[in-house]
Nanobody
Framework: QVQLIESGGGLVQAGGSLRLSCAASGRTFSSVIMGWFRQAPGKEREFVTAISWRPGITYSAESVKGRFTISRDNAENTVYLQMNSLKAEDTAVYFC????????????????????WGQGTQVTVSS
């Protein structure tokens, strides 16, 4: 199991930027896909973006393509989410998650496919 702690959330105006961080503990970090999900009030948790254990492979929801960038630093056991051109509809609690299965070649997007979760960090975008 991987333990995850998010940070970097806050209040930002529409059009602004935020960078979220997720610090992980555990020896399996570099071998698993890491993802970001978000959950707005009254809505289900939704996939945002993820980064493979394989170098250079990322995939994202259509709603954030071109605006959000995920990256990872395996030496620091940390995954990042750079969010630019933020919109009011990006307001949500953002969760970091680690895949259940190491060295997976498919691209999971369902919350149930991720086995470890952080506590979440609030992102609020004012319009």
């Amino acid at each position: 199991q991987v333990q995850l702690i998010e940070s970097g959330g806050g209040l930002v105006q529409a059009g602004g930027s935020l960078r979220l961080s997720c610090a992980a503990s555990g020896r399996t970090f570099s071998s698993v896909i890491m993802g970001w999900f978000r959950q707005a009030p009254g809505k289900e948790r939704e996939f945002v973006t993820a980064i493979s254990w394989r170098p250079g492979i990322t995939y994202s929801a259509e709603s954030v393509k071109g605006r959000f960038t995920i990256s990872r630093d395996n030496a620091e056991n940390t995954v990042y989410l750079q969010m630019n051109s933020l919109k009011a509809e990006d307001t949500a609690v953002y969760f970091c998650a680690a895949d259940r299965i190491p060295y997976r070649y498919t691209e999971p997007t369902m919350a149930g496919e991720f086995g470890s979760w952080g506590q979440g960090t609030q992102v609020t975008v004012s319009s």
